[in-house]
């Protein structure tokens, strides 16, 4: 029992180490009348209120990993230009007439974009600072000290499941928590994540850094493999040759280092294993695994808090210099809590909002935001993470 509390005090105190806090609820802003109003004001540089998507010629991810050393097409150019959000939407957006969700997509990311302060997350790192002070309070009450003393079991057991209520949500068991852990990771993918990320992604391909267990890597993997079947058969190709079909959609990297769930309990011969992990995450540091990217996105789900998550960002911009069109290495989807959350580090943020550069100056500002999803709500709603992706300009 003592050894459970310690763990509990453990868990409390690193609220922004991996795996701690999980999975947003659903928040919905109401929308005043004059909201509308004041969206018609918006000129040319809202893009005229309607979203604008992309068109980009790519080549295949086989192609750039299996001839690195040519020099592929440049892609086409963008029929548009992405614009950053106007004063008047961020006005209305401040003052909650214009809600979060509604904010254009794609668009030119500067200092002064919300992105990484949303509403649930604002609300939800008031409540972990209650969260945490409350647990503090609990492991230095007397009715704690006292049931230790006299070895109180029935005693010590409510206090026990106050505590989970507090650090996991009212009515979810560390082994509801475990179990969510075991089949999505840290965070959760829904059927929009995988079918977005799939899609989009299918000729070029994706690598996860810091890949954990790689509940994440196999549910994408399996989705595509499934996908590609689905096609076949529509096409009347039944008899495609095996390796064309399972060619690597997805590479997974982890240092190994500090796995969610330990590869000692959960080993390869284990059910949770052979259904939910991927058995092809190689062991290599995050500098070293996007060496290899050669044009593929890098996905980053969970980064553990520090320097970890810019570090990797930038070794990845770095590694096809010399490349352009679909074969650099210009796409970075984050799946994380924002601002002041459990993941990454404020450098992290500054980094993707250009904040080394004039507010005003448009010109040097270089990440563009083409879209932002939910995840999968982890009983209890301890977490605030979303799914966001970033284009190099």
């Given at each position: 029992?003592?050894?459970?509390?310690?763990?509990?005090?453990?868990?409390?105190?690193?609220?922004?180490?991996?795996?701690?806090?999980?999975?947003?609820?659903?928040?919905?802003?109401?929308?005043?009348?004059?909201?509308?109003?004041?969206?018609?004001?918006?000129?040319?540089?809202?893009?005229?209120?309607?979203?604008?998507?992309?068109?980009?010629?790519?080549?295949?991810?086989?192609?750039?990993?299996?001839?690195?050393?040519?020099?592929?097409?440049?892609?086409?150019?963008?029929?548009?230009?992405?614009?950053?959000?106007?004063?008047?939407?961020?006005?209305?957006?401040?003052?909650?007439?214009?809600?979060?969700?509604?904010?254009?997509?794609?668009?030119?990311?500067?200092?002064?974009?919300?992105?990484?302060?949303?509403?649930?997350?604002?609300?939800?790192?008031i409540r972990r600072h209650k969260d945490e002070e409350r647990v503090r309070q609990i492991l230095s009450s007397p009715q704690l000290m006292e049931a230790r003393k006299q070895h109180d079991q029935e005693q010590m057991q409510s206090i026990l499941r106050n505590m989970n209520s507090v650090v996991y949500g009212k009515g979810v068991t560390p082994q509801i928590r475990e179990d969510f852990l075991i089949q999505y990771g840290c965070t959760g993918f829904t059927d929009n994540i995988l079918q977005y990320l799939v899609?989009?992604?299918?000729?070029?391909?994706?690598?996860?850094?810091?890949?954990?267990?790689?509940?994440?890597?196999?549910?994408?993997?399996?989705?595509?493999?499934?996908?590609?079947?689905?096609?076949?058969?529509?096409?009347?190709?039944?008899?495609?040759?095996?390796?064309?079909?399972?060619?690597?959609?997805?590479?997974?990297?982890?240092?190994?280092?500090?796995?969610?769930?330990?590869?000692?309990?959960?080993?390869?011969?284990?059910?949770?294993?052979?259904?939910?992990?991927?058995?092809?995450?190689?062991?290599?540091?995050?500098?070293?695994?996007?060496?290899?990217a050669h044009g593929r996105v890098l996905l980053l789900v969970y980064p553990p808090p520090g320097p970890m998550a810019l570090e990797t960002v930038l070794a990845y911009l770095n590694a096809s210099p010399k490349y352009s069109g679909s074969c650099k290495n210009d796409t970075v989807v984050y799946v994380g809590e924002g601002r002041g959350g459990a993941n990454a580090d404020e450098a992290f943020f500054d980094f993707f909002l250009g904040c080394d550069t004039s507010s005003e100056d448009t010109e040097k500002h270089e990440w563009v935001l083409e879209k932002v999803l939910g995840v999968r709500v982890c009983p209890g709603g301890k977490g605030y993470e979303k799914m966001f992706v970033f284009r190099h300009k």
């Open positions: 029992m003592i050894t459970q509390l310690n763990i509990l005090r453990t868990i409390s105190s690193q609220q922004r180490s991996r795996c701690t806090q999980h999975h947003a609820f659903a928040s919905l802003i109401a929308v005043a009348s004059v909201s509308s109003l004041l969206i018609s004001f918006n000129d040319a540089d809202e893009t005229r209120g309607k979203r604008v998507f992309y068109r980009r010629t790519i080549t295949g991810h086989c192609k750039c990993e299996e001839n690195i050393h040519s020099t592929p097409a440049p892609a086409t150019m963008d029929t548009t230009t992405p614009k950053p959000l106007s004063r008047i939407t961020r006005l209305a957006y401040a003052s909650k007439l214009y809600p979060y969700s509604y904010l254009p997509l794609p668009r030119l990311l500067t200092p002064l974009d919300p992105v990484f302060s949303y509403p649930e997350l604002k609300r939800g790192l899609r989009s992604y299918e000729a070029r391909g994706i690598i996860e850094v810091g890949a954990g267990n790689g509940q994440w890597a196999r549910a994408l993997n399996d989705y595509h493999n499934e996908m590609k079947i689905r096609q076949r058969h529509q096409n009347g190709l039944h008899h495609t040759h095996h390796r064309t079909l399972h060619r690597q959609f997805i590479t997974a990297y982890d240092s190994m280092e500090e796995l969610p769930l330990s590869p000692t309990v959960y080993h390869r011969n284990t059910l949770p294993a052979n259904k939910y992990f991927f058995d092809k995450v190689h062991r290599s540091s995050n500098i070293d695994a996007v060496k290899v």
